[in-house]
């Protein structure tokens, strides 16, 4: 099977951004599929192209990757990326009708823009049409009051709705996701569950990241809360910087906030009028980073804003903290808090409450034997339940599936998870 992924934000790994579709595709190709992937030079995260440049050919055995062109905003305004997006969805349109020997089209979105792009591809090609729905907007950016244009709105609810209903089958990477998605006209039975995960075995519980501590300063004797991804709006890291304000008195507890974002600046500025000395703010990291920068975390973080919506979001950090066997605090409620607490992996704190934040943070810095407890159960969660390729095997029959038939039968073969 000659798998064709149309994801502008698509990333080997070797960089800052996330690889679910990178170690998915790995676990294809082992099987024996092939999967090229059309992605843009440019990073979303940085504006700048990425460390493997515009080049193009295969990576990996069996992976191919092919960039199409994508514009460069001087700034990363709403407008500039809304025209990287534009650009990318009609370069990446174009290149994908010269790739030969296609046998399904994977989309993905956000953003819809490319969605679109791969819904077209699929058409004229006369080949299954599977959608990945990674997050839900434009709900999201709406709830944000990132868009607030009428008419953009109503534009985007339509393209959502396109998409979804035309796709063969829909993929989602989170269970509270597929309400969302029903509720726009899609049959559960072609809806499937394809949710986050880790690569488990790229990560030991048992190391202490020594290399990282040293670099943060961080003595042998205290408490590291680690918090990893973007840091924008979302993100809602000021009530993590008011957590740390409480605990000024807390010689012994240390903040590591690793990634970067639009909310970047203005944090660290935040953080030097609090005259928190032990919040440090460090660079992103590459996924292949990320097992030593876990190693030497005590407690790890994951936070968004208190917004509806997000109870429905499979945040991929958690998988990784509990794959490092790190117990977490999790300032999201929903689906994730289920998991984590099911797994007795960690602690929920109420989004938006920086005081319970600081109290979940000293119950860990006071306890070793709790965090090791939860540690260990969160390590024993994902090994169980949360491994890439279990859910790279589910993938490859969804895959597959879609190419049962073809129109309306297609469409009657497999079902929610």
Not at 2 to 17: C, K, M, P, S, Y
Not at 77 to 97: E, N, Q, W
Not at 189 to 213: H, I, K
Not at 270 to 281: H, I, N, Q, S
């Amino acid at each position: 099977m000659h798998v064709l992924l149309i994801h502008q934000l698509f990333v080997l790994g070797r960089e800052a951004g996330g690889t679910r579709h990178v170690e998915l595709a790995r676990h294809l190709a082992r099987a024996g599929d092939r999967v090229t992937v059309i992605a843009s030079p440019v990073s979303y995260l940085t504006g700048r192209a990425h460390s493997s440049g515009e080049r193009s050919g295969e990576v990996e055995p069996g992976i191919t990757l092919l960039r199409a062109w994508t514009l460069r905003p001087r700034r990363q305004s709403f407008p500039g990326r809304v025209l990287s997006f534009v650009s990318f969805a009609a370069s990446s349109t174009l290149a994908a009708l010269r790739t030969p020997g296609v046998d399904v089209v994977w989309g993905t979105s956000p953003p819809l823009f490319q969605a679109l792009g791969a819904l077209l591809v699929a058409r004229l090609r006369g080949v299954p049409f599977v959608l990945e729905i990674r997050d839900l907007w434009p709900d999201f950016a709406v709830q944000l009051g990132v868009l607030r244009s009428r008419w953009m709105i109503a534009a985007a609810r339509f393209a959502e709705r396109l998409v979804c209903r035309q796709a063969d089958r829909v993929i989602v990477n989170s269970p509270g996701f597929v309400p969302h998605v029903v509720a726009l006209g899609v049959d559960p039975a072609r809806v499937a569950l394809v949710p986050n995960g880790v690569e488990v075995d790229d990560f030991d519980p048992t190391e202490r990241g020594g290399a990282f501590r040293r670099e943060l300063g961080i003595g042998a004797g205290d408490v590291l809360v680690v918090y990893t991804g973007a840091q924008g709006e979302p993100n809602d890291l000021g009530v993590v910087l008011e957590a740390a304000a409480r605990l000024k008195d807390r010689a012994d507890i240390h903040f590591a906030l690793v990634g970067d974002g639009r909310a970047g600046e203005a944090l660290q500025d935040r953080a030097k009028e609090l005259g928190l000395a032990r919040v440090t703010f460090v660079p992103p990291r590459p996924k292949a980073a990320m097992p030593e920068v876990l190693a030497a975390a005590d407690v790890c973080l994951a936070i968004l804003k208190p917004i509806p919506l997000f109870d429905t979001t499979y945040p991929n950090k958690v998988f990784d903290y509990m794959a490092a066997g790190r117990p977490t605090v999790l300032a999201i409620d929903g689906v994730i808090r289920r998991v984590v607490e099911d797994a007795g992996g960690g602690v929920f704190v109420p989004p938006g409450d920086g005081a319970a934040l600081a109290r979940a943070v000293v119950r860990y810095a006071d306890d070793a034997g709790l965090r090791a407890r939860h540690g260990k159960a969160a390590r024993r969660a994902v090994e169980r339940s949360f491994r890439r390729e279990q859910h790279a095997r589910r993938l490859r029959q969804v895959l597959r599936q879609a190419g049962v038939g073809s129109g309306p039968a297609a469409r009657s073969v497999g079902g929610v998870d």
